[in-house]
């Protein structure tokens, strides 16, 4: 398995940014595509990005395109969300997940995001 703890999350005012960092454990970490999903009160847990195991690859919600960047540094260990032009709408707690290469299906794909993090809050204040 591997374990997954995210960091830098914080209050921000809109327009302003923000960096997230998921350090993995345990299992080698290229070994799993990588992805960030948020969840805000009473809502579903969406994808936010996603990025292979190389980072040959990478997804993003249209809500978060030409905002956000997904980044992996595998000699790290680490997986990034730079956040920047943030908006309220943006307010949740963010997780990143790993999902093992060989796993079935589309890396962007919820299915098969087996390991998660504790979640990090975001919010963007008006």
């Known amino acids: 398995q591997v374990q997954l703890v995210e960091s830098g999350g914080g209050l921000v005012q809109d327009g302003g940014s923000l960096r997230l960092s998921c350090a993995a454990s345990g299992r080698t970490f290229s070994n799993y595509h990588m992805g960030w999903f948020r969840q805000a009160p009473g809502k579903e847990r969406d994808i936010v990005a996603a990025i292979t195991w190389g980072g040959s690859s990478v997804y993003y919600a249209d809500s978060v395109k030409g905002r956000f960047t997904i980044s992996r540094d595998n000699a790290k260990n680490t997986v990034y969300l730079q956040m920047n032009s943030l908006k309220p709408e943006d307010t949740a707690v963010y997780y990143c997940?790993?999902?093992?290469?060989?796993?079935?299906?589309?890396?962007?794909?919820?299915?098969?995001?087996?390991?998660w993090g504790q979640g990090t809050q975001v919010t963007v204040s008006s």
């Open positions: 997940a790993a999902r093992p290469i060989g796993a079935s299906g589309r890396y962007y794909d919820r299915g098969r995001y087996d390991y």
